[in-house]
Structures are given as structure tokens and as C-alpha cells.
């Protein structure tokens, strides 16, 4: 059976629910008093709620009418007291007490409040400084203190600290305008911002745009001419001294006169204390001082006069300025290039200001575009000829590095003996494809020492400085102008055409620096060689041998560099400089080195000739042909060939170009000519009769006894000479070997010894066809061994 009981809620009598179970009837009891419970509850909060508003009304009823009370008592007490004759009694005191009050406090306020404001200007002035704040506000300040400290200075006894303070004013002021003068002077800024600054500057010194414009100028004149003191990186500087030269030109026509103007007459509107601005700075508390700081003060209003300078003043202003800034500008480059030595900066600067005057220089008003450019190119170039000149003389500094190693050389100093076998002897590094290796093999074959490398190097550093201009020079021909130039078509007093600025800048102007730059090389080449000469002339003054190494030396160092003149030359069309070592100023080296090895080699010869003629051996067993003729030379002309080669080889075989290998042939052909002619005099000279000896087999026969009675029975007397048998048959052949010496000596010293070859031959009883045979035997032995003197060839 279901217990679930209905709502008792909805019965409307009590019988309906005796209708159910008594379970049921039950819960329906339990429903009806949780329902009961909860009413009771609800009703007693909305009992309670109601209670508390009405006494809260009662309460505010009562205060009311208390209220009410006293402003109807209050009123009655005014009404009794509202009358004419009361107030204007009231009124009359007030007023005396305030009159009263404000004069023995006034004096006092003053002075305290414009104490005040005076002390905290400098600060607020230093702090907008540091922050970079607005310009004209801390001209502003500047002309309120100032106010200020005129009021505090007229007083009857102003305090010390009015000046300090004031000194204090005068420093931040000072930094104030060195500011304003750095924003003025700097491009980088906008026009309004120039316009800021030059209306501070016309309030903090009351000055009238005629000043501020001439203020304007000479600082940035001065900015011009800064730029261009700088040492490096000139032609940054340069251009930028450039630019701001025409961008001065361009501030001018835009700020002067309208747009300063219009910001002066802005001042005029309302006095400074009253800006919003100048009032906004906490530090001064203007709010509570303005009413003490003083009439003068409180009320000054700036009044410049900004409508003093009319456009016709401002353009001529700015026409004689433009005149005289680019002629300052052009002085300025000139003194800055003055102790400029470097090409690649003078060039690239040129190459900028040209570029930058084309582009801008047609705005500048007062000058013309043309003549600039042409003085601009007349200085650049000057300087770059300058450079070249001054590089191409600095290669004296080979003869001066010259002069002193030979100063510093013993005079007892010993020839250097460099052996490519000693040269590696030693571990050599052989990486980066054996480098140092092979540079090694190459000074030693070619006798260059650590002196002529040293010395070496400076000739090549300085060949180097000069050849810069190469580049240079190809960098101005391959500079094409013509975009430039097409913008530059409003420059109506430029009377040269884009094709005639293109010839002068890409052609007229490197030709010139080419021209001038071979004409320096050939004065320096000229220097070096009288130098050269002078050296020369001391080292081969008298016989000295012991000059020796430094001639070799010397012989060593025109050699390389007359290898490296050559390549003096800007371009491969170009000739190249003469060689300024004059065969007839290196002679004198070249034989007083060919002396010291043709002494030597003639000395023994004379006594391998003079040995032979006393010989009676027969060497005709090794001749060729029919009739036998000799086909190699006499051991002592073979050996004064190799004397020769030996000693020439001895001092390095790179000493021997064609100039000394002639000389030393022309005086061994000369020496041996003389050798040769006394030997021939010596063996055609008659032999000494002698007496004839007996035979040798007859000699046997003769005894002892014989013998000595021959010798007793002879008279006292020389006993009767017979020449030998073999005598004219030994000297014939010993003159035919002579004939080849000479013949074979002949292929490598040269020489004309064609009269005594025909006394040789003559003598030797030697036909024509003889001679000729003799000649060619000569020829083919030298063609054998002309390798083993190839030094004499």
C-alpha cells in the first residue's frame, strides 16, 4: 500500500484528511508543522525587518525637528542682524585688518617668494637640460630669473646669496646656449626644431632676428670648418662640412624671415608666469609664489621684434654668407689636405664633394655651381699631384738606407760567399707549396743578402706608394657621371654641357694626374741615378780592393732595381721610365770588379806560359789530321779559361750581365794580348849555341882515359857550339799549339788579335789552308765546351 502522503496544503477540510491511513495521517501531522515552522519563521524576520525601518523613521523624525528648530532661531538671530548700517561696519573692518595684515606681511612674502623661485630656476634649468627638454622653455625660465634677480639686486640691502645665486644662473646659462649653438650647428634636426632653438636663443639674449640669422651663420661656419680639422677619415668630414654648407643655404631660405617671425609673435601672447608650461614646473611653485614674485615680474610679457628683418635683407644676408662660406670651405680643404698623405682619402674624398656639389650645389644661392667645381677639382687635383710628387721623392730613402750600410761596412769586410748547397743545408719549411723553400733558392742564386732584401724593400714599398695612383687614376676614368649630371639640369649658370663635365672629371683629370705621376717617376728615377753616380765615384776612387764587397753590393742592388723599373708605368701602353743607372756611371763598378778577377787568372797564366817555354816536352802525339794539327788547347790556356770562370762564379754568377762580362772580356782580351806577345817573343827568340855531344854509342866507345886526356889536351877556351837537331821541330810545333790557344781564347774573350795570329802562323811556317784548319779545330772545341764557361758567354 502506497505511503506516500499528498499535500495536507490542499485539503480544504480537515475531515479530508482523516480520509487516509493513520501512517499517512501521520505524515501529513509532520508536514503540517514543518509548514507551520517555516511560516513562523518568515513572518517573524518580516516582523522584525518592518520594526527597525520605523524606528529608524522615528529617530530621523525627531532630529528633524530638532534641526528645524535652530535654523528658525538661527534665521531669527540674521534677520535681527541684517542691516545696512551693520554690515557696512563689518565690511569696513575686514578691510582694515587685511590692509593691515598684507603691509606688515607683504615686504616679507616678496622677498621670500622671489628668493624662492630665483634658487630653484638654475635647477629646473640644469634638470630640462639633462633630459633634453624643450629649449625655449629653459629660455623662458632664464628670462624669469633674470626678472628676478634684478628685482632682489635693486633692493636696499640685498643678501650674498642673491649673487650666488645668480652665478649660479650665469653657469647653467653659459651651458644653455653652448646647447642651443650645438643645435643650431647640427643638420640632423628637423626646421622646427631650429626654429625652437633660435627663438631661445633671440629670448635669452634679446636679440632681433638680424642676430639671430648672422648668429646662425657663424656657427654653422664655424661647424663647416670643424668638420674639416679632423684627422682621419677625411672625406667623411669633408662632405659632410659640404652638406652643411648647403644645407645652411636651405634652412635660411625656409626659416628667415616668415617662419621665425611667426613663432616670435607666438611670445607676445601672455605673460611667461602665466604660460602653462613655465607654471607646469614643480620645482618653481608657481601657484603660491606668483602673487609675491613682484609686478615687474609676475607681468612681463616678451615683446621681440619679429617683423625687423624683411626677405631682401635675409637673401643678401645669405648671398654674402654663401660667398664667403664656400670660400672658407675651400680654404679649410686646402689646409686640411695639407698634411694629408694618403691617395685613397684624397681620391674618395673628391670623388664625394664633386658628387655632392653636382647633386645640391645648383640650390646654393650666391655662388655659381661651375666656378666651384672647377676650384673644387683644382684643389683635389693639386693635392693628389702634391702626394704623387712627394712619394715619387721619398725614393731617396733607398740612397739614404744605402749610404749607411755602406757607411757601417768594414773596409777589411770579406766578399760574401752564398752557396745554394749551404742555402739548404738546413730544414726549410716546405708547406704552402714549399714557398719559403723556393724564395730561399731564388735570393741565394741571386745573391740578395739580408742587407739587399732590406734594401730591396724599400724600394719596393716605395714603387707601391707610387703605383697607388694606378688605381686611382682607373677609378676616376671608370666614374661615370652621366645620372648625376641629369639631375643637374636647372644649374642655369653652368655653361658646360654634360658631355664637357664627363671629359673633365673621367678624362682631362686622371690624364693630368697620369701625366704629372710619369713626370715625377722620371725626376726621381734622374735623382737616384746622379745619387747612384756619386756612390759610385766614391767606391772606385783609386784601387782600393777593398771596396770589393760594396761594389758588389752596389752592382747587386742596381741590378734588382733596374729589374722593378719596368713595371713603373700606369699603363701597359705607356713607355716605361729610362733606367737611371747610365752604362757609363756603372762602368767604373763593373771594372774594378772585372780587375780583382782578371789579375789573378793573368798572374798564372803568365806562369803556366812562362813554365811551358822552358818545357821541351812534345804534346803533338794528341793531334788530329794530316798534316797534325792541334785540336784542343795547352793545359795553361785551358786552365786560365777556368781561372776566369772560377773566380767570376766565386762572387756570384748573377753579377755578370752583359755589360760587366763585356768589360771583363775587353780587359782579359787586352792583358792577355800583352801575355801573348812576350810568350811569342820568348819562343821565337834564337836557342844558345851549344858544343856538340858526342852520341851516345860513339860516347861508349870512348874510355875513361880518352876522355880525360881530351879534357887536358882542350884549350881554355868556350868549346864551339851546334844547335840541336830538334829545335826548329819543337818550336814549330810549340807554335802551332800556341796559334790554337790563342785561336780557342779568342771564341770567349773576343779581341782583335789578328796581326799577331799572323805572326804566330808565319812563324809556325803555316799556309792558308793550315790556319784555316787550325781555326775550325779552335771552333769545334769551344762549341764542346762552352757550357763549362758559360759565363763568358
Not at 222 to 250: F, S
Not at 662 to 685: C, R, Y
Request: net charge neutral; aromatic share 6%; glycine share 4%.
Amino acid at each position: 500500500m502506497a505511503t506516500e502522503a499528498p499535500d495536507p496544503r490542499t485539503f480544504k477540510t480537515w475531515e479530508d484528511a482523516l480520509q487516509f491511513p493513520i501512517p499517512v495521517v501521520r505524515k501529513l501531522e509532520h508536514q503540517l508543522r514543518s509548514n507551520a515552522n517555516e511560516n513562523r519563521e518568515k513572518l517573524r524576520s518580516l516582523v522584525g525587518a518592518s520594526y527597525r525601518d520605523h524606528l529608524d523613521t522615528a529617530e530621523t523624525i525627531i532630529d528633524m525637528e530638532i534641526r528645524m528648530e535652530q535654523v528658525e532661531s538661527k534665521l531669527a538671530r540674521v534677520g535681527r542682524n541684517c542691516n545696512t548700517r551693520a554690515l557696512d561696519r563689518i565690511a569696513s573692518n575686514a578691510l582694515k585688518m587685511d590692509t593691515h595684515i598684507r603691509t606688515r606681511d607683504m615686504a616679507r612674502y616678496t622677498f621670500a617668494s622671489q628668493l624662492s623661485v630665483l634658487r630653484n630656476c638654475p635647477v629646473v634649468m640644469a634638470r630640462l637640460l639633462r633630459e633634453d627638454g624643450s629649449y625655449l622653455l629653459i629660455a623662458k625660465v632664464l628670462v624669469v630669473s633674470r626678472l628676478l634677480y634684478k628685482a632682489l639686486s635693486q633692493s636696499k640691502n640685498p643678501p650674498p646669496i642673491v649673487e650666488q645665486l645668480w652665478g649660479r644662473v650665469s653657469s647653467v646659462r653659459r651651458k644653455f646656449l653652448r646647447r642651443i649653438d650645438k643645435r643650431l650647428a647640427s643638420a640632423a634636426g628637423d626646421t622646427t626644431i631650429l626654429v625652437e632653438a633660435m627663438c631661445a636663443y633671440s629670448l635669452a639674449t634679446s636679440s632681433t632676428p638680424s642676430n639671430v640669422l648672422e648668429h646662425f651663420h657663424r656657427v654653422r661656419k664655424e661647424e663647416i670648418l670643424k668638420n674639416l680639422k679632423h684627422g682621419n677619415d677625411l672625406a667623411k668630414h669633408g662632405v659632410n662640412a659640404l652638406r652643411l654648407c648647403l644645407q645652411t643655404c636651405q634652412d635660411t631660405q625656409t626659416i628667415f624671415p616668415r617662419r621665425l617671425s611667426e613663432a616670435l609673435a607666438k611670445l607676445k601672447s601672455q605673460p611667461l608666469v602665466q604660460d602653462f608650461e613655465v607654471r607646469s614646473l614643480y620645482e618653481l611653485n608657481l601657484d603660491l609664489h606668483d602673487r609675491w614674485i613682484g609686478d615687474e615680474a609676475g607681468n612681463y610679457t616678451p615683446w621681440p621684434r619679429h617683423d625687423e628683418l624683411q626677405r631682401p635683407e635675409a637673401e643678401k644676408t645669405l648671398h654674402k654668407w654663401s660667398k664667403g662660406a664656400i670660400s672658407a670651405l675651400l680654404e679649410g680643404i686646402k689646409e686640411a689636405l695639407d698634411g694629408e698623405k694618403r691617395l685613397k682619402e684624397v681620391s674618395s674624398l673628391r670623388q664625394d664633394l664633386i658628387e655632392t656639389w653636382i647633386l645640391q650645389g645648383s640650390r646654393m644661392a650666391g655662388v655659381k655651381s661651375a666656378r666651384v667645381l672647377d676650384d673644387l677639382r683644382d684643389t683635389m687635383n693639386d693635392q693628389l699631384e702634391t702626394i704623387v710628387g712627394t712619394r715619387a721623392q721619398d725614393l731617396q730613402k733607398v740612397v739614404i738606407e744605402l749610404t749607411q750600410l755602406l757607411g757601417k761596412w768594414s773596409s777589411k769586410g770579406e766578399v760574401p760567399n752564398m752557396s745554394l748547397w749551404s742555402s739548404t743545408s738546413t730544414s726549410t719549411d716546405l708547406s704552402n707549396g714549399a714557398q719559403q723553400f723556393k724564395s730561399t733558392i731564388l735570393n741565394t742564386h741571386q745573391g740578395r743578402d739580408e742587407a739587399a732584401i732590406r734594401l730591396l724593400s724599400t724600394f719596393d714599398q716605395w714603387m707601391s706608394s707610387v703605383l697607388e695612383v694606378k688605381g686611382i687614376v682607373k677609378s676616376m676614368k671608370e666614374t661615370r657621371w652621366d645620372d648625376t649630371f641629369a639631375d643637374d639640369v636647372d644649374d642655369s649658370d653652368d655653361d658646360l654641357g654634360i658631355d664637357s663635365k664627363q671629359k673633365l672629371l673621367s678624362d682631362a683629370d686622371p690624364r693630368l694626374l697620369e701625366n704629372v705621376t710619369q713626370e715625377a717617376l722620371g725626376d726621381a728615377l734622374k735623382s737616384l741615378g746622379r745619387s747612384f753616380a756619386q756612390i759610385v765615384s766614391k767606391l772606385t776612387l783609386g784601387d782600393d780592393s777593398g771596396n770589393l764587397a760594396q761594389i758588389i753590393f752596389v752592382l747587386r742592388v742596381v741590378r734588382e732595381i733596374g729589374d722593378r723599373i719596368p713595371r713603373l708605368r700606369l699603363q701597359d701602353k705607356y713607355t716605361p721610365p729610362p733606367t737611371p743607372f747610365n752604362p757609363d756611371v756603372l762602368r767604373p763598378l763593373h771594372t774594378a770588379l772585372a780587375m780583382q778577377i782578371v789579375q789573378p787568372a793573368m798572374e798564372s797564366y803568365k806562369k803556366s806560359l812562362a813554365a811551358a817555354n822552358k818545357s821541351r816536352s812534345r804534346s803533338h802525339i794528341l793531334w788530329e789530321g794530316n798534316p797534325s794539327l792541334p785540336a784542343q788547347p795547352s793545359p795553361s790556356a785551358f786552365r786560365f779559361l777556368q781561372g776566369l770562370v772560377k773566380h767570376m762564379g766565386a762572387h756570384g754568377s748573377d753579377l755578370w750581365a752583359p755589360d760587366g762580362v763585356s768589360i771583363l772580356k775587353t780587359m782579359s782580351s787586352e792583358e792577355v794580348s800583352g801575355v801573348w806577345q812576350k810568350s811569342f817573343q820568348d819562343m821565337t827568340k834564337p836557342e844558345p849555341e851549344f858544343a856538340q855531344q858526342p852520341s851516345q854509342d860513339s860516347a861508349q866507345d870512348i874510355s875513361e882515359s880518352e876522355a880525360a886526356a881530351i879534357e887536358t889536351e882542350a884549350p881554355p877556351r868556350a868549346a864551339k857550339q851546334t844547335p840541336r837537331p830538334d829545335t826548329d821541330e819543337i818550336r814549330y810545333e810549340r807554335l802551332k799549339q800556341f796559334l790554337f790557344d790563342i785561336l780557342y781564347v779568342q771564341r770567349y774573350l773576343g779581341g782583335d788579335a789578328k796581326g799577331l795570329v799572323e805572326e804566330v802562323g808565319k812563324a809556325a811556317d803555316m799556309d792558308e789552308s793550315l790556319k784555316t784548319r787550325l781555326n775550325r779545330n779552335a771552333a769545334d772545341y769551344a762549341r764542346k765546351t762552352y757550357l763549362l764557361f758559360a759565363l763568358l758567354a
